[in-house]
């Protein structure tokens, strides 16, 4: 696929997330210090699940996967949308703002099927527990996860290479903070029907599939709870399934709100607060969501931060130890 088109433009102005001087510098701020939470708690939470051996289950595999794609997912558009906060023009050039569009697309693809392949995950704990190590076997997890990176590879593909078509005259300045489908054609100086008709159609199938696909484990998660006795073990199972619910809410609902809908200039700006959501809000949450409020990573959290403590206390008290014997040689 070639980044060439017939294009009189050669790069785009990323218009940003507000044009108020008084809001630059407290966004930065505040989108500067999300950013970092994001890289450090998905950063973490990949190296303990891939240091504890009891954390190598199909949860936990999942969850890898999730923190590697929110990770990677973040860093598409964070750091040029804080370049924009501190400059007056914030440029991207034609190449760039496809790859960025591709690589996005990839990702946020990549996380809706995760999202779906947990909540399977979490209807075969509840529901059939006795056949959990069959139904997510190692076998069947390579292969969710092979499938929900071949689904994000042929949307992404489709995306871009129907925006590659496209060609633009006069109009640069893109109405977002990165380059996302809906504002960048709006800018195409060509008819954009049939990049339209891709994004209803395969937006829309990767938003409607998935979101019936956990509404229905979640109605037989739900059935399978309240067949639980145990008061504890409701609560437990509600505990677990509440967590991924708020976050397929926000992620979803957010992408429903910005790709099923006309677009327009007021929908832009719109859109743009609600994009906050699922490329922001969304990926700094994970690792709170799913780590800091689980027992067994707290447990993997301390049993590593034990390890270092002994391993320090051990190689200070080898130091006092040499330290005790030079000097008994010398008085």
Known sequence: MTLENDSFVTGFILMGLTDRPDLQLPLFFLFLGMYVFTVLGNLGLIILIGLNSHLHTPMYFLLFNLSFIDLHYTAVFTPKMLINF??????????????????YCLFIISEIYVLTSMAYDRYVAICDPL???????????????????????????????????????????????????????????????????????????????????????????????????????????????????????????????????????A???????????????????????YSLRNKDVKVALRKSLGKKDSFDQKQSLSVHVFTTQINSKFI
Do not use: W
């Not at 609600?274 to 990926?283: A, Q």
């Open 131 to 265: 056949l959990y190590n069959t139904a997510m076997s190692p076998k069947v997890c390579c292969s969710l996860m092979l499938g929900s990176y071949l689904m994000a590879f042929s949307g992404a593909m489709a995306h871009t290479g129907c925006m590659l078509r496209l060609t633009f005259c006069d109009a640069n300045a893109i109405n977002h903070y990165f380059c996302d489908i809906l504002p960048v054609m709006q800018l195409s100086c060509s008819s954009s029907y049939v990049n339209e008709l891709v994004v209803f159609t395969v937006a829309g199938f990767n938003i409607i599939v998935p979101c019936i696909t956990i509404f229905l484990s979640y109605v037989f998660i739900l059935s399978g709870i309240f067949k639980i006795h145990s008061t504890k073990g409701r609560l437990k199972a509600f505990g677990t399934c509440g967590s991924h619910i708020i976050t397929v809410s926000l992620f979803f609902g957010s992408c429903a709100f910005m790709y099923l809908k006309p677009s327009s200039a």
């Open 86 to 103: 501190l400059s007056q023009k914030n440029v991207i050039s034609y190449r760039g703002c496809m790859t960025q569009l591709y690589f």
């Open 267 to 289: 929908s832009m700006n719109q859109g743009k607060i609600c994009s906050v959501f699922y490329t922001n809000v969304v990926p700094m949450m994970n690792p709170v969501i």
